[in-house]
């Protein structure tokens, strides 16, 4: 055999092996990542009710993306309307394939927030859910108060790890999107 048909069958092999490996990695379910339950606040704490609209939400989401993240030009675009729109793109194979996402926003006991996913677009591909979140979590490196998690198909927003001025911290109470409606407690310690 000539030394060229050795060499043409060990790269299309090893493309073979990279796919293989590649496609594996992604529809390989991820590890399980708890959700924190501490956020309690003490009773010397003065707490404020804050209402604002998804317009204001959006921007302070942009913000503290941007500052978190350190980096202005960052490609992600966060839509809050009658549902939270998250728009970007992913690169697979040297190739930039834009994908968007929409999320249920939930409130749980402790004032933080859960997106759950309710629906993906991945240029003109059919991938899960779950292998986007994958990807974009592998891909970013989100603040601690962000946990993206896979299996659930959610992003978990712990507000109780967000660091404001002072030491202050916020919790949600209500999420009404249909209405353009959300309250926040911000809480300022007083010791």
Do not use: C, H
Request: net charge negative.
């Amino acid at each position: 055999m000539n030394k060229w048909k050795v060499a043409f069958f060990v790269l299309i092999g090893s493309i073979i092996l990279f796919i293989t490996i590649f496609i594996f990695w992604a529809i390989s379910p991820s590890e399980e990542v708890p959700i924190p339950s501490e956020n309690a606040v003490n009773p010397s704490d003065s707490v404020f009710l804050v209402e604002t609209t998804a317009e204001d939400v959006e921007k302070i989401a942009m913000k503290y993306l941007t500052d978190e993240l350190n980096n202005p030009s960052l490609p992600i675009d966060i839509i809050v309307d009658k549902a939270i729109r998250l728009n970007s793109e992913l690169t697979i194979f040297g190739v930039t394939v834009p994908f968007s996402m929409e999320f249920e926003p939930t409130v749980n006991e402790d004032g933080n927030i859960q997106l759950k996913q309710t629906e993906v677009n991945v240029g003109k591909l059919n991938i899960p859910p779950i292998t986007v979140l994958k990807l974009m979590n592998d891909a970013v490196q989100f603040p601690v108060w962000i946990i993206v998690r896979p299996n659930e198909e959610e992003i978990f927003l712990d507000l109780s790890r967000l660091t404001l001025l002072s030491g202050s911290r916020v919790r949600a109470k209500e999420i009404d999107l249909e209405n353009n409606r959300i309250l926040l407690e911000v809480i300022i310690p007083n010791e």
